[in-house]
């Protein structure tokens, strides 16, 4: 607390009834924080002048877990990062592994992963949805996005037990086989759902409140996203047409069409209209990865120990949230040597204090909910 | 599940990590036509990595630096002292605009005991690679904040996670852990049962349940 540099909190201090500048602090228990996130503000009147963000209040040392588990052991503790989206979490660990041990997962395993994680980015984003619009202030889209995700649960429920954190699949493959009616739950809920976007648009996108409250605030250009480290629908709504699963395919990504949707302006707006076009567009992959799951093994041969070969691999995934990397260094061993988590959340929060200088407090709510973090995958 | 208690994990590599790797690709390369009985293949192994980015750095800085690829992935072996310029030009001339992640690796028994690694990316080329580098307990190392913005938090964790200062860096302090913490949890010698009891003694006054 004593050397918040950037912040002048050593400035010399007022006396009471000071009428210049007020630092306040915004968490680490305030609902819109959206989990143990607290800025420090230093406000003229309403205004922020500057933002300094504490984190580290969920940190259990993820990477350190992973040094002293085995890579088998470790395949749950991922889903415990950005716990709604944790399908996403896991696919990023099994292929960085499978790549480290040269290894492919078979193209029916590599189908149903690709199914779980459009339907989990889908899931993402509709409680991005909700927690932001409550945020701003409009509180049904909250019940109508739950409510729908709810099926998105049940179809991962049925599929492995477990609804958010579901450890869905395995190193080399998948550990379980579709369940009898997968294909058909899964094609109800893309004709069940697609109209429900519809729905969430008519309550928002020309909302005047809702345009209010999000066009022009917290613009950030392509430029600044890419210095900043800035993925994901933040960087699309900037104007930068980049997809990980377009850019460097993986999984089975480079057999579906499917566009990416970009914005213009990089404002909450846009951001919204990206992500809500992405939501259409994981509806288009599912569909076709639904309808082509070949049949085949589930799971690539690899050996009950995992014991990857010495050397390192860096692969990444398009997150919901941006660009999910791991670095693993192998020493031959059954343990990764090192174990580095490269978050989505974590690099686009910095973006944060670029974002809200100038505007309202209010806003800094909005901007904090349009970039869309998980506080379990900023800390780890 | 046996065998996994039966293989405790081996003390971790050195610099003798890379030669054994290549010796075991020489001997494959060697002898081809024999068929020998290893219980599994030899794994793939790093091979150099040549373009016309290596050729251009190669010629202007020597032996400091050393191009191999591992398993399709590019990556750039360089001395501590050419770090600067190298990650300068990267950016700068070969469009290595976004850089990805910063991060390090703890080897206890090497004399230099920490890789640094910089994980860059060029949307241009859509390439990526990395940047790695030697660096002592103790020594310190250029911040790359003035090249990309986003290394600021990014080298903040590091210094936190393993304790490597960074010159130039605008903010160094911690960023995950409170600002008391001792320590350095990523560095191997880093000791968590100890820390966790005297942790438990001193706020809670009873012996650790570990």
Same mark, same amino acid.
């Given at each position: 607390?004593?050397?918040?540099?950037?912040?002048?909190?050593?400035?010399?201090?007022?006396?009471?009834?000071?009428?210049?500048?007020?630092?306040?602090?915004?968490?680490?228990?305030?609902?819109?924080?959206?989990?143990?996130?607290?800025?420090?503000?230093?406000?003229?009147?309403?205004?922020?002048?500057?933002?300094?963000?504490?984190?580290?209040?969920?940190?259990?040392?993820?990477?350190?877990?992973?040094?002293?588990?085995?890579?088998?052991?470790?395949?749950?503790?991922?889903?415990?990062?950005?716990?709604?989206?944790?399908?996403?979490?896991?696919?990023?660990?099994?292929?960085?592994?499978?790549?480290?041990?040269?290894?492919?997962?078979?193209?029916?395993?590599?189908?149903?992963?690709?199914?779980?994680?459009?339907?989990?980015?889908?899931?993402?984003?509709?409680?991005?949805?909700?927690?932001?619009?409550?945020?701003?202030?409009?509180?049904?889209?909250?019940?109508?996005?739950?409510?729908?995700?709810?099926?998105?649960?049940?179809?991962?429920?049925?599929?492995?037990?477990?609804?958010?954190?579901?450890?869905?699949?395995?190193?080399?493959?998948?550990?379980?086989?579709?369940?009898?009616?997968?294909?058909?739950?899964?094609?109800?809920?893309?004709?069940?759902?697609?109209?429900?976007?519809?729905?969430?648009?008519?309550?928002?996108?020309?909302?005047?409140?809702?345009?209010?409250?999000?066009?022009?605030?917290?613009?950030?250009?392509?430029?600044?996203?890419?210095?900043?480290?800035?993925?994901?629908?933040?960087?699309?709504?900037?104007?930068?047409?980049?997809?990980?699963?377009?850019?460097?395919?993986?999984?089975?990504?480079?057999?579906?069409?499917?566009?990416?949707?970009?914005?213009?302006?990089?404002?909450?707006?846009?951001?919204?209209?990206?992500?809500?076009?992405?939501?259409?567009?994981?509806?288009?992959?599912?569909?076709?990865?639904?309808?082509?799951?070949?049949?085949?093994?589930?799971?690539?041969?690899?050996?009950?120990?995992?014991?990857?070969?010495?050397?390192?691999?860096?692969?990444?995934?398009?997150?919901?949230?941006?660009?999910?990397?791991?670095?693993?260094?192998?020493?031959?061993?059954?343990?990764?040597?090192?174990?580095?988590?490269?978050?989505?959340?974590?690099?686009?929060?910095?973006?944060?204090?670029?974002?809200?200088?100038?505007?309202?407090?209010?806003?800094?709510?909005?901007?904090?909910?349009?970039?869309?973090?998980?506080?379990?995958?900023?800390?780890? | 599940?046996?065998?996994?208690?039966?293989?405790?994990?081996?003390?971790p590599p050195e610099g003798e990590k890379k030669?054994?790797?290549?010796?075991?690709?020489?001997?494959?390369?060697?002898?081809?036509?024999?068929?020998?009985?290893?219980?599994?293949?030899?794994?793939?192994?790093?091979? @150099?990595?040549?373009?016309? =980015?290596?050729?251009?750095?190669?010629?202007?800085? &020597?032996?400091?630096? !050393?191009?191999?690829?591992? /398993?399709?992935?590019?990556?750039?072996?360089?001395e501590r002292?050419?770090?600067?310029?190298?990650?300068?030009?990267?950016?700068?001339?070969?469009?290595?605009?976004?850089?990805?992640?910063?991060?390090?690796v703890h080897y206890p028994n090497r004399e230099k005991q920490f890789d640094m690694?910089?994980?860059?990316?060029?949307?241009?080329?859509?390439?990526?690679?990395?940047?790695?580098t030697q660096i002592a307990d103790g020594a310190?190392?250029?911040?790359?904040?003035?090249?990309? @913005?986003?290394?600021?938090? =990014?080298?903040?964790?590091?210094?936190?996670?393993? &304790?490597?200062?960074? !010159?130039?860096?605008?903010? /160094?302090?911690?960023?995950?852990?409170?600002?008391?913490?001792?320590?350095?949890?990523?560095?191997k010698d880093?000791?968590?049962?100890?820390?966790?009891?005297?942790?438990?003694?001193?706020?809670?006054?009873?012996?650790?349940?570990?």
């Open positions: 607390m004593n050397d918040r540099s950037n912040l002048d909190l050593d400035a010399p201090a007022t006396p009471y009834l000071d009428s210049n500048e007020l630092i306040i602090n915004m968490g680490p228990q305030h609902p819109a924080t959206h989990g143990v996130l607290r800025v420090i503000l230093k406000l003229d009147g309403e205004k922020v002048l500057g933002t300094e963000c504490v984190i580290g209040y969920l940190h259990r040392g993820v990477e350190k877990i992973g040094e002293n588990r085995t890579y088998t052991m470790f395949n749950p503790y991922v889903d415990r990062m950005d716990y709604v989206a944790a399908v996403s979490n896991g696919l990023g660990y099994c292929e960085a592994v499978e790549k480290l041990m040269n290894v492919e997962a078979p193209a029916r395993a590599k189908y149903i992963r690709v199914v779980l994680t459009e339907l989990n980015r889908i899931a993402s984003h509709q409680l991005w949805l909700g927690t932001h619009a409550l945020d701003i202030g409009a509180m049904t889209p909250l019940f109508y996005t739950f409510r729908d995700r709810e099926e998105i649960l049940k179809i991962f429920e049925r599929y492995c037990g477990a609804r958010l954190t579901t450890h869905a699949f395995r190193i080399g493959g998948c550990q379980y086989e579709t369940y009898a009616g997968f294909e058909k739950d899964v094609k109800n809920f893309l004709s069940f759902v697609a109209p429900k976007i519809d729905e969430y648009e008519a309550l928002l996108t020309t909302n005047r409140i809702w345009l209010e409250r999000t066009k022009n605030v917290g613009v950030i250009s392509g430029a600044d996203c890419i210095a900043l480290g800035v993925t994901g629908p933040v960087l699309r709504a900037s104007g930068v047409q980049w997809d990980l699963r377009k850019a460097q395919p993986y999984a089975a990504y480079s057999e579906f069409d499917f566009e990416i949707p970009i914005g213009t302006n990089g404002d909450t707006y846009d951001r919204y209209l990206v992500r809500m076009a992405e939501m259409r567009q994981s509806l288009r992959i599912i569909e076709q990865a639904v309808n082509g799951i070949p049949e085949g093994p589930i799971m690539a041969k690899v050996p009950k120990v995992i014991k990857p070969p010495v050397g390192e691999i860096y692969h990444s995934i398009e997150a919901p949230k941006g660009e999910l990397g791991y670095f693993i260094v192998s020493d031959g061993s059954t343990q990764p040597y090192r174990l580095r988590v490269r978050p989505p959340s974590f690099v686009n929060l910095q973006a944060l204090d670029r974002m809200v200088r100038g505007l309202l407090v209010a806003d800094v709510i909005a901007v904090i909910g349009t970039i869309d973090i998980v506080l379990g995958e900023v800390d780890r | 599940m046996a065998d996994e208690v039966k293989s405790p994990a081996p003390p030669p054994a790797v290549e010796e075991r690709a020489a001997a494959a390369a060697s002898a081809p036509a024999k068929p020998t009985a290893p219980a599994k293949p030899a794994g793939p192994v790093p091979v @150099p990595w040549t373009s016309p =980015l290596v050729e251009k750095y190669r010629s202007q800085y &020597g032996s400091g630096l !050393d191009a191999q690829t591992y /398993l399709g992935q590019n990556y750039l072996t360089v002292s050419l770090i600067p310029n190298i990650l300068r030009l990267l950016r700068d001339e070969e469009q290595f605009d976004y850089c990805v992640d910063i991060t390090a690694i910089w994980n860059l990316y060029s949307f241009a080329r859509n390439e990526r690679v990395r940047v790695k310190s190392i250029p911040s790359s904040v003035s090249i990309w @913005p986003t290394a600021n938090w =990014l080298e903040r964790e590091v210094y936190d996670m393993f &304790g490597i200062q960074f !010159d130039g860096h605008p903010d /160094l302090k911690r960023i995950l852990l409170p600002d008391g913490w001792k320590g350095h949890p990523l560095r880093y000791g968590i049962l100890q820390q966790d009891q005297e942790w438990v003694q001193i706020n809670l006054g009873i012996e650790s349940g570990q």
